[in-house]
């Protein structure tokens, strides 16, 4: 991380209020030829009831593969096209629009992996499901480790279970002032 994004990342912390929602296999595995490889109605619903009535903010290839805007929710997607438009969303190409955007409520960042990668850091949460079972795929989860630490698990459902991560680094930043 170069120092300029350290501190935009930073006031994304302190500013917004960003959470990242995903779900893996145990193998780490979390896409597929642009699509999720399991179909669990429990985990789906689970995702809309966070999700329902706030900011998602995904990756251009995940708009498309959905393949409408998530509804009751302001979709908001990241993509370095300029001309990349969508009449029922809001596209940006870099992370400090975000600021610019007037959001209230939470902005839940759902993937894919390069998107999660490029936002865990700015992300005061993960709410993780881990799909008990292996499957195969082409896009595997960031590594997040350093970036988050366990809290809890939320959820346990016979074939998946929900583990609430925060931030490592909210504690720190908390103590700045807020006119960072
Ligand atoms: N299991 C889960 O929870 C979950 C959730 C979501 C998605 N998925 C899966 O993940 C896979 C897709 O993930 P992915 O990593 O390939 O794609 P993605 O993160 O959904 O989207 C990648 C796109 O985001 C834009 N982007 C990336 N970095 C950027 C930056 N620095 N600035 C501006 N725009 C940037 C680019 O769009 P442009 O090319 O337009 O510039 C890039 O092609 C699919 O298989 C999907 O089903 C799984």
Not at 15 to 36: C, P, Q, V
Not at 78 to 99: E, G, N, R, S, V
Not at 149 to 173: E, G, M, Q, S
Request: charged fraction near 20%; charge should be neutral; proline fraction near 5%.
């Amino acid at each position: 991380m170069t120092k300029m994004s350290t501190d935009l990342y930073d006031i994304l912390l302190q500013k917004l209020d960003i959470r990242a929602i995903a779900a893996m296999a145990a193998n780490g595995i979390i896409g597929n030829n642009n699509s999720i490889p399991w179909n669990i109605p429990e985990e789906m619903a689970f995702f809309r009831r966070m999700t329902q009535n706030a900011s998602v903010l995904m990756g251009r290839k995940t708009f498309e593969s959905i393949g409408h805007p998530l509804p009751n929710r302001q979709n908001i997607v990241m993509t370095k096209d300029a001309a990349w438009h969508c009449d029922t969303a809001i596209a940006i190409q870099k992370l400090d629009q975000l600021l610019e955007l007037a959001i209230e409520g939470p902005i839940w960042v759902c993937g894919g992996a390069m998107v999660y990668e490029m936002l865990f850091p700015a992300c005061r949460e993960l709410y993780l499901s881990t799909v008990f079972g292996k499957f195969d795929g082409d896009t595997k989860m960031p590594s997040f480790g350093d970036i988050f630490v366990i809290n809890k698990t939320i959820l346990t459902c016979p074939t998946f279970k929900v583990d609430h991560y925060v931030t490592r680094r909210h504690a720190n930043i908390e103590k700045k002032p807020l006119s960072l």
